[in-house]
């Protein structure tokens, strides 16, 4: 059987490739963004000729080259980085991301239907085994040791509950959309949810080690922040006559301030967990049908 043939990824496409590792998790806007920038910073770079230098390499390779669109240079660095790392760029669509400082933007109860339930494609590096190179590696960069891995499943595990439930303490405005998990919590109970521990973990992790892997599940997007439960119905009890638009208006100048007295900050599964550990939360009980669908890239 002859050996599989991996084409180097072009100078752009790794840098490329680098940031998006950094960043963890991005959406279609920012990684767009990202695509446009570093083609704008290689659009000066001359593209070398001849067939290649005396040690072999391909010295008239276009390092700028980043495909014809963002699609295409997705599926040309997966076609490098699956047979060669068992890594690949994946890509799902679910709810938009929550904004504290902007939660005016997102789609509202006065929004039309379409607008309510439009998803946002989110984009992220994950591994395709677990296997033990998957695993050192994973809890090396990620600081985390046995007792934060098992709080960590506890976690998940508690917000795929929630989300069965119906989203805990009034539901998440995740609820409107047909994929995504709706539970939430908020950051002092998952603080608190380290006394759930059992077995060699119980009383393993004190309130600073927990804030520290909370922190940590939050920077590499393993949870995201979410709006929260019940947020959209704080004024169900104003005057009818009063206008939708004015209603919005109003909504979103005091939101900031209520959610920091009242609400607290909730946290829900984020994009990176669908896609790199769905098995897991498909056994700890989320329904299938909720699982986001999976959006494949061709380098054709």
């Known amino acids: 059987m002859a050996p599989t043939t991996i084409t180097p990824l072009s100078n752009s496409q790794k840098l490329f490739l680098q940031r ?3 960043a963890h998790t991005l959406t279609d806007g920012d990684l767009k963004k990202l695509y446009r920038s570093i ?16 040690d072999g390499t391909a010295s008239g ?8 669109d963002l699609g295409h240079c997705l599926g040309l660095i ?18 938009p991301p929550y904004d504290p400082e902007h939660a005016g933007g997102e789609p509202s109860d006065d929004d039309p239907p379409s607008a309510r339930r439009r998803l946002v494609k989110y984009h992220s590096v994950v591994n395709r085994a677990n296997d ?10 990620s600081r985390a040791g046995p007792h934060e891995m098992a709080y960590f499943r506890l976690v998940l595990e508690r917000l795929v509950e929630r989300g069965a ?66 947020e959209d119905s704080d004024d169900d009890d104003e005057d009818d006559d009063e206008d939708a638009g004015s209603r919005r208006k109003r909504k979103r100048s005091s939101a900031g301030d209520r959610r920091k007295s009242l609400k607290g900050t909730y946290y829900g599964i984020g994009p990176r967990t669908f896609m790199e550990l769905g098995d897991f939360l498909k056994k700890s009980g989320f329904p299938e049908e909720r699982m986001p669908q999976t959006i494949l890239h061709s380098a054709k």
């Open 132 to 141: 033990g190179v998957a695993k050192s590696y994973a809890a090396g960069p």
């Open 165 to 230: 439930d119906g989203g805990g303490d009034g539901g998440s405005s995740q609820q409107q959309f047909v994929v995504g998990c709706p539970g939430s919590m908020k950051r002092m109970d998952l603080i608190n949810l380290r006394t759930d521990l059992e077995g060699a973990h119980e009383n393993k992790l004190g309130i600073s080690e927990t804030q520290a892997a909370l922190d940590m599940l939050e920077g590499e997007k393993w949870l995201v922040q979410v709006k929260p439960p019940g």
């Open 78 to 95: 997966n076609d490098s980085l699956m047979p060669a790392f068992n890594l690949e760029i994946a890509t799902v669509a679910l709810p």
């Open 61 to 68: 390779r276009d390092e700028a080259y980043m495909g014809t």
């Open 39 to 54: 083609r704008k910073t290689f659009s000066d770079v001359d593209v070398p000729g001849g067939d290649g230098g005396e």
């Open 20 to 22: 998006l590792l950094v």
